[in-house]
């Protein structure tokens, strides 16, 4: 699967944004996606998933009630609504599919997930 994120930018602490990740084929229902973000010297860590069937959800801590991930099952693409952001958050934001036979709990690890799409770079200022 082929995925092409977009809707970085830079914004004022406080302030959101929102990302989208199209997908170049219809996502399997039991696929999940997920984003990572990987801020300049550190590694890349786990934001958000989302189950393609159900639309359940999974965050890390770190975003828990400032971002939503959600899915447009029509157009194959996946959204994350960022918002109350803040110079932390300024990273490469990737979106990725995991690639599931059948359901299976939700995983922040990104070994578990086999296409990435080009990343797109958020920046947040104080």
């Known amino acids: 699967v082929q995925l092409q994120a977009s809707g970085g930018g830079l914004v004022q602490a406080g302030g959101s944004l929102r990302l989208s990740c199209a997908a170049s084929e219809p996502i399997f229902s039991n696929y999940h996606m997920g984003w990572f973000r990987q801020a300049p010297g550190q590694e890349r860590e786990f934001v958000a998933a989302i189950k393609w069937r159900d639309g359940n959800t999974n965050y890390a801590e770190s975003v828990k009630g400032r971002f939503t991930v959600s899915r447009d099952n029509y157009k194959n693409t996946v959204h994350l609504q960022m918002s109350g952001l803040k110079p932390e958050d300024t990273a490469v934001y990737y979106c990725?599919?995991?690639?599931?036979?059948?359901?299976?709990?939700?995983?922040?690890?990104?070994?578990?997930?086999?296409?990435w799409g080009q990343g797109t770079q958020v920046t947040v200022s104080s």
């Open positions: 990725a599919v995991r690639k599931l036979l059948r359901a299976h709990p939700f995983s922040s690890s990104e070994s578990q997930f086999a296409d």
